[in-house]
């Protein structure tokens, strides 16, 4: 699987344009990304955790306030699951409120997947929302009752934020835009994992050869 991730990381360099400041996301795929990243000479980076920060930084690439930035051209990350309609699950990483406020700020969403993450349909994926750690128990009772969904805590893990973050396991999940609006209503949520009223603009599989939609 690791070469299939290398492959997709790969093919991303290709939508890079140089002297520019692209957001980078977060994930082993995204690791390999930027890796490859210092041939493409950006100007910099907005990074989506302080993971990825640090790996950029050590690669010789400056990372850069979102503040000042405005506006990005390019978004590159991973996910852990992708539809036909190039909608995502994402939050593995507990990245997930910093990667969709960067993929808000850009003008394209290119994600990088390895082909086990294709879906007909998302669900098959445990769905990660961060919550305020007071509201844990109102939020997972809240989603339980309006899903039918089990959230399970991920205990230990706290993000970069300072949230906690719910594991949702055993969704079907028909309407991706209508459930991510649901719960991103509920009091004491700060984001879930659901990409779906902003997917990814491509995909990129790491298939030999990657291809992409």
């Known amino acids: 699987m690791t070469d299939a991730k290398q492959r997709a990381a790969a093919a991303a360099l290709a939508h890079v344009s140089a002297g520019t400041v692209i957001g980078v996301g977060t994930g082993s795929t995204v690791a390999h990304f930027i890796d490859a990243l210092p041939a493409a000479r950006i100007a910099g980076a907005v990074a989506s955790s302080e993971q990825t920060a640090a790996r950029l930084r050590a690669r010789g690439i400056a ?16 996910a852990d699951a992708c539809d036909p309609r190039r909608r995502l699950v994402k939050g593995g ?62 205990e230990d893990v706290v993000t970069d934020n300072g949230g906690w973050i719910l594991d949702v396991h055993g969704l079907v999940i028909d309407e991706p835009e209508a459930l991510e609006s649901a719960i991103d209503q509920i009091a004491g949520v700060v984001s879930v994992g659901l990409f779906a009223r902003r997917p990814a603009d491509v995909v990129i599989v790491g298939d030999d050869p990657p291809w992409s939609w």
């Open 63 to 78: 990372v850069l306030d979102l503040n000042a930035t405005g506006t990005l051209p390019l978004y590159v990350d991973g």
């Open 93 to 154: 990483g507990a990245a997930l409120t910093r990667e969709k406020i960067v993929a808000a700020a850009s003008e394209r969403f290119v994600c990088i997947v390895d082909p086990s993450k294709r879906v007909e349909r998302l669900g098959r994926s445990p769905l990660p929302v961060e919550v305020i750690p007071m509201a844990r128990e109102l939020v997972a009772r809240t989603i339980a009752r309006m899903t039918g969904g089990t959230p399970v805590w991920r």
